[in-house]
């Protein structure tokens, strides 16, 4: 095209040239500022008298008709056409990020308090906690359970690795994701308009398996930074851990990390992971039923210490003391329990005993006493320790009805315990021994339908909320009942 008149036409330059003679183009045509060759960026002649223009090739000299668009200067004034010296969230005290921050850490105090203080567990351990607040439906049977402490929320995990965040507020399932997935694309492929419905039909394609391909299985949940923006952390047969942000936002969860934790001659094993998370000091405790337990740094996703027990004792079950994160109790599959001082040798236990008679199911460190463990085996026998001295447990309770004991919960703050056996029951006991509720699992009123739909559905799971007087029970047939004190049920309907 030809040039308009002043030179501002497509074929000019758009920048005046100095003492008004235009440069040469290099093709013979004025007003074009010469290419700028090796040599001249080198800053000297050609020796050997190439010609500059054949430095460079065809491709980048002939004009395609496309121009490349740069967001640089937008970026630069977005940047700095803000105070430089403002504070960011995390130092503003006004701004809404701190107010949120405040205010969730008022909350988590008041309910910790109240905990302590015994206020909501006044006569805990007399009253009877089988009051039924409802029931949940999943789709696959229900493997694990775990209730957020300070958000009514429960976190489930089914016989693959598909995870459910249910509402028990409304007694309804607000997002579902499988760990081992491409969970954004999983949202991509399916956009619900946000009602109970759609959300349903979203549930239900996330967890489809239509090619019936092997999955592994979650065996452990846990919640990494729970008091604020928390992450969810899966545990797999596989040997991984997953950890998820957002994850109670379908279509917003998204895979923080993910890496082996396990190391195995065998990886083709799959044996459950047990994990535990250890708040103050950041440290990963885990184990594959194997003798050997690996701690992690998550901060830097490395191993830093390594605890090997002789061949013969197997770890089913671990804990932390919560008060300093120092000690490390674990349980083995021969009866043994193991105290280890994570800041000392580590090439033999601190102490050790071995009063159970069958595997260890569960050892437990209770938040409200920090000289008190818990410790219960799949014959029924649950045992109270002092962690000063495990040489003889302070008390002994044996499980009433048909072992092997299915699943074994302990509370945090009361001293109570529940346990769920073959006889299709759930228990709960108070440390003194004394039977506080026997809750029939294939009665009538406490299952979706029938009474002799519950007669064939054996309790798997148990979980206790960390705070309040509610337990969860999940069984293999993906039914999920909710149960609480009375005295509970009538302070929240006043």
Request: proline content about 6%; overall charge negative.
């Amino acid at each position: 095209a030809a040039a308009a008149p002043g030179g501002e036409g497509p074929g000019s330059s758009p920048l005046p040239v100095e003492g008004g003679q235009a440069e040469d183009r290099g093709d013979g045509s004025p007003g074009s500022p010469r290419r700028r060759g090796l040599n001249d960026a080198l800053g000297g002649a050609d020796p050997n008298g190439i010609d500059d223009e054949n430095v460079w090739p065809a491709s980048c000299t002939e004009d395609t008709g496309h121009t490349l668009g740069s967001t640089y200067f937008e970026h630069n004034v977005n940047y700095f056409v803000k105070p430089l010296l403002r504070c960011t969230n995390s130092q503003d005290i006004s701004g809404r990020h701190q107010q949120s921050l405040n205010w969730k850490i008022s909350r988590n105090e008041r309910q910790i308090v109240d905990a302590l203080a015994g206020s909501r567990w006044k006569d805990a351990e007399k009253q009877r906690l089988d009051d039924h607040m409802g029931t949940l439906e999943c789709d696959t049977g229900v493997h694990t359970l775990m209730f957020h402490p300070f958000n009514p929320l429960l976190i489930s995990s089914d016989s693959m690795d598909g995870i459910y965040v249910w509402n028990l507020e409304e007694l309804r399932a607000v997002n579902a994701f499988r760990a081992t997935r491409n969970l954004e694309n999983d949202w991509r492929s399916y956009q619900p308009d946000g009602t109970a419905a759609s959300l349903k039909s979203f549930i239900s394609l996330t967890l489809a398996n239509p090619s019936k391909e092997p999955r592994p299985m979650i065996t452990s949940l846990t919640l990494i930074n729970p008091h604020n923006y928390s992450l969810l952390l899966a545990a797999t047969t596989a040997g991984c851990v997953h950890i998820f942000r957002d994850y109670v936002v379908p279509g917003h969860t998204r895979t923080v990390s993910g890496f082996r934790v396990v190391q195995s001659d065998n990886l083709w094993r799959q044996w459950p992971c047990t994990v535990d998370w250890n708040q103050l000091s950041g440290l990963l405790c885990v184990s594959s039923f194997c003798n050997m337990v690996t701690l992690w740094n998550l901060q830097l996703e490395q191993c830093c210490l390594d605890i090997r027990l002789p061949p013969d004792q197997l770890v089913t079950s671990m804990v932390t003391d919560k008060q300093q994160g120092n000690a490390l109790w674990l349980g083995c599959a021969d009866g043994a329990v193991h105290l280890f001082d994570l800041r000392g040798d580590l090439s033999t236990p601190f102490q050790s005993t071995r009063e159970h008679t069958s595997s260890v199911m569960k050892v437990h460190t209770r938040a409200s006493n920090e000289y008190q463990l818990v410790s219960g085996a799949q014959a029924g026998d649950v045992k109270i320790w002092d962690t000063r001295n495990l040489k003889i447990p302070l008390l002994t309770i044996e499980a009433t009805g048909k072992p092997p004991v299915t699943a074994l919960a302990i509370h945090d703050y009361s001293p109570i315990f529940a346990y769920g056996t073959q006889c299709l029951r759930v228990n709960v006991v108070n440390f003194s021994g004394e039977a506080l509720s026997s809750i029939a699992y294939h009665s009538s009123g406490w299952l979706h339908n029938s009474a002799w739909l519950g007669s064939r559905i054996p309790v798997c799971c148990l979980a206790f909320h960390p705070l309040k007087p509610w337990l969860a029970a999940g069984d293999t047939e993906a039914l999920i009942s909710l149960y609480r004190t009375e005295e509970d049920r009538k302070r929240s309907s006043g």
